[in-house]
């Protein structure tokens, strides 16, 4: 149904008399005849009708007409501002993806951090190991060797004495 013919159907139906519209009663014409008629006011807007189709005819008035166009309305209003919102999701999307890309890098970095951590982990005990070694050779008395020693101390962080 189009804008226009909303449009038109809204007018036809505040133009209607809405407070005199839809009375239905049965219907004798004369003998034999039989029916239903729907009233508008004094006038018959439907005659020789079923029951069950006058009172769809009476039901189907103005105020029931206006207000389907009501909902119709609000419908398409709330269709509209939920079209708004998904088109504004849609385009917050390539916000998630820079957050995904960064959480990915966060981890690849992470996991670089943590197998640097385990290298200088290994290498510090290496060190230790050297300066134990070498520190044998110190002891009894080789001054390259105890050089050699400071120079582990320093390597693995242990503070040498004088510095």
């Known amino acids: 149904m189009t804008a226009l013919n909303k449009q038109a159907l809204r007018e036809a139906a505040n133009a209607a008399n809405i407070a005199s519209w839809g009375k239905w009663e049965s219907y004798k014409p004369h003998k034999g005849a039989r029916g239903y008629e729907v009233k508008v006011g004094a006038k018959a807007a439907a005659q020789h009708c079923l029951k069950v189709d006058a009172a769809f005819i009476a039901t189907a008035n103005p105020q029931?007409?206006?207000?389907l166009?009501?909902?119709?309305e609000a419908s398409q209003k709330s269709n509209e501002f939920l079209k708004e919102?998904?088109?504004q999701l849609a385009n917050f999307n390539p916000d998630w993806?820079?957050?995904e890309a960064v959480t990915d890098s966060l981890r690849e970095?992470?996991?670089k951090l943590s197998a640097?951590?385990?290298?200088?982990a290994?290498?510090?005990g290496i060190i230790l190991s050297a300066r134990n070694f070498i520190s044998e050779y110190a002891q009894n008395g080789d001054v390259g060797a105890t050089e050699f020693v400071k120079i582990l101390d320093r390597a693995a962080g242990i503070g040498v004495k004088g510095e």
């Open 97 to 99: 993806d820079k957050l």
């Open 85 to 87: 919102q998904l088109s």
């Open 116 to 120: 640097a951590e385990k290298r200088i």
């Open 64 to 67: 029931t007409v206006l207000a």
């Open 109 to 111: 970095h992470m996991a």
């Open 69 to 72: 166009l009501d909902e119709l």
């Open 122 to 124: 290994d290498q510090h």
